[in-house]
Structures are given as structure tokens and as C-alpha cells.
């Protein structure tokens, strides 16, 4: 089947800096996407999502990109803070899959003092 | 943790033995989910449920049951025919039918001993 990728299993930056992490999506029929965060021993938690009829969507230092082209989805964070130290996860929807989500593998992003 | 709570937090397992996963939800959230996350890995979905009782297998069922019986609970049961439950287990929700973000419990983690 179908499944969301991610490009580095493990991404580190100095704090204050800003990162970037990526995804690749196979299904171009997905009109759907989330960014989640899942802390080590805790559940994911909602960060962002966009939907496909848009390209860019801003939150709080927050930003996702969405470019159907490629199908490609990235996650900026800005002025990275020890606090985002985490593994991020993409996940899709794919229209008649019943609502299910198709996460990725995810990233580990490490933030240096 | 958004009104889905997991329990217990740490279970134990003797080899042979059923174990059961408590996920219940105050959301009225129509569809629940049960993954499946080892270490440096993704979310794997064993069963979901869109409506009660009714429930569908996911990707990695064997070995696992569940049952649907009120709209507010979807228990897990991990058999004695998974040959390798220990993992980290996590219950997630879904507003029905548009596409929309999943809220995850906090996860149970269990070890076979």
C-alpha cells in the first residue's frame, strides 16, 4: 500500500536556529495533512495541519508547506527551542480510506544549547 | 491528552497470558483507533471502530481483539498467540466522517516478562 515517508530519520540544530523537516507523500489523491509531535513516553500531539486546496499554513513558530507538485509536506519551526526536541511525525488522509491516517516513519529532531 | 485516557500507564505480561488495554474517550468522537509503536518506528493500526459495535482490522490484527460495545470505550485485548507484544501501545480518536486531525491517549507500555 501507500505510505508517507519522511527524507532524515534524525535531524539536529542549534538552538535559536530554525528547522526544516520534511516529508514525502505518495498518494497524490491525499487532500489531507497533519504534523504531530510525540514526546519520548507520551502520546503524538497535534501541531498543524493544512488540507490540499492550500499551499502554506502559519501557527505559533510553526509553519507547513505543502507542494502538490512533488508531493512533498515540510514542517518549519522557528527559533528552535530545547522544548521541540521530539520526534515528528507526518501523517495523510486519503479520500474513501474511511478517515483513517497514514503516518510516516518520523524525525527525531535534537536541539543543541 | 485531550479527553482519552489510557490505562494502566506500565503493563506486565507473563508469556501465555491475555492482557487487556483499557482506552476510554470523553470527546463523543465516533472512531477510535489502536496502534502499535516499537522503538524508532512509526504507527502501525491494528483494529479501528467507526461506529459501535462494528470494527475493522488494521494492518498488524493478529494476535490482537477488541470489542466496541459503548461509543465512550474500545478496549484491546493482546493474546497469547502475539508472539511479540512488547511495544507501546496507543488509542486515538477521530471526529467522523471529514477528514480531521486524530487526539491520541498517552499510551500503554507493555512488556512481556
Known amino acids: 500500500g501507500e505510505s508517507v515517508g519522511l527524507h532524515l530519520p534524525t535531524l539536529s540544530v542549534q538552538e535559536g536556529d530554525n528547522s526544516i523537516i520534511n516529508c514525502a507523500y505518495s498518494?497524490?489523491?491525499?487532500?489531507?495533512f497533519i504534523w504531530y509531535k510525540q514526546e519520548s513516553g507520551k502520546g503524538p500531539q497535534f501541531i498543524i495541519d493544512?488540507?490540499?486546496?492550500?499551499d502554506k499554513r502559519q501557527g505559533q513558530r510553526v509553519t507547513v508547506l505543502l507542494n502538490k507538485t512533488v508531493k512533498h509536506l515540510s514542517l518549519q519551526i522557528a527559533a528552535t527551542q530545547p522544548g521541540d526536541s521530539a520526534v515528528y511525525f507526518c501523517?495523510?488522509?486519503?479520500?474513501?480510506?474511511?478517515?483513517?491516517?497514514?503516518f510516516g516513519q518520523g524525525t527525531t529532531l535534537q536541539v543543541k544549547p | 491528552d485531550g479527553g482519552i485516557t489510557q490505562s494502566p500507564k506500565y503493563l506486565f505480561r507473563k508469556e501465555g497470558q491475555n492482557v487487556t488495554l483499557s482506552c476510554e474517550q470523553n470527546?463523543?468522537?465516533?472512531?477510535m483507533y489502536w496502534y502499535r509503536q516499537d522503538p524508532g518506528q512509526g504507527l502501525r493500526l491494528i483494529y479501528y471502530?467507526?461506529?459501535?459495535?462494528?470494527?475493522q482490522k488494521g494492518d498488524i490484527a493478529e494476535g490482537y481483539s477488541v470489542s466496541r460495545e459503548k461509543k465512550e470505550s474500545f478496549p484491546l485485548t493482546v493474546t497469547s498467540a502475539q508472539k511479540n507484544p512488547t511495544a507501546f501501545y496507543l488509542c486515538?480518536?477521530?471526529?467522523?466522517?471529514?477528514?480531521?486531525?486524530?487526539?491520541f491517549g498517552q499510551g500503554t507500555r507493555l512488556t512481556v516478562v
Open positions: 501523517a495523510e488522509n486519503i479520500p474513501g480510506n474511511t478517515g483513517k491516517l497514514i
Open positions: 498518494n497524490s489523491a491525499s487532500d489531507y
Open positions: 493544512i488540507r490540499s486546496n492550500m
Open positions: 470527546l463523543n468522537h465516533d472512531a
Open positions: 471502530s467507526q461506529i459501535v459495535n462494528d470494527f
Open positions: 486515538a480518536t477521530q471526529r467522523q466522517p471529514l477528514a480531521t486531525e486524530a487526539f
